[in-house]
């Protein structure tokens, strides 16, 4: 089945608002009118508001890097789905390695906020990974099985069709290593077979699901080329527009 890839760039804690406006009329200009990839941006709280500004008028999407699952109420320094909705955000990435390792989120947690996400037509990112001792101990699909199982449980077959994965190889995040193409393939593979299980395969088959271990123009067409990866979670390399104009560009040339 074709799945159109997908190119989502994490911003993380960077970019002031006035930064994240040039960086976004950067990629704007630069691919921006696209449609043989999809592209999202993931700028920081404070310029989403000027990033869904700028990005009116092109193909470019605009997504959070993460929200709380209730609606509003007590919880001092949190953002909720209807706050992204009315920036008009279409994405959250959820569970990222961050979140789970230096802010202790768990998988029901994560679930919490993945249910939440779909509620309010907002397309989740749900983010699964291993560290390095749990690869080198050989738990790495037990971990994968673990995160994914849990991140969904309570996600219909029809609310599923919202749901994107990303496999990021916690080991491979910001250190400048990356999983091999055979090695990242392996896992997406899995957790394509998971998802036929949870779901249905047509579903599964449908699924796009992202690696997001320190992709750069250098090794992205060899991953982008692996059956079962259908795009990328992009860090650092989104953070300037020509480095991130090379792996859209990349992904369009996958036949």
Sequence with gaps: ?????????????????????????????????????????CPPYTALASAS????????KLGAQNMHP??????????SAPMLRELFATHVILGHSERRSYFAETDAFINQKVISALKNQLRPILCVG??????ESGATLRVIQKQTEGGLEGVSKEMAAGIILAYEPVWAIGTGKVATAAQAQEVHAFIRGLLAKLFTEPVAQRTRILYGGSMKPANAGELLNQS??????????????????????AAAAVK
Aim: hydrophobic letters at 45%; a negative charge.
């Design 1 to 41: 089945m074709y799945r159109q890839k997908l190119i989502v760039g994490n911003w993380k804690m960077n970019k002031t608002t006035a930064d994240a406006v040039a960086l976004v009329e950067g990629i704007v200009v630069a691919v921006g009118k696209r449609t043989d990839v999809d592209v999202v941006l």
């Design 53 to 60: 500004r700028a990005l009116e008028g092109s193909g470019v």
């Design 70 to 79: 209730e609606p509003s109420g007590a919880f001092t320094g949190e953002i």
């Design 130 to 135: 291993e560290t390095l001792a749990e690869r």
């Design 228 to 249: 079962d990866i259908d795009g990328g979670l992009i860090g650092g390399a989104s953070l300037e527009v020509r480095s991130f104009a090379d792996l859209i560009n």
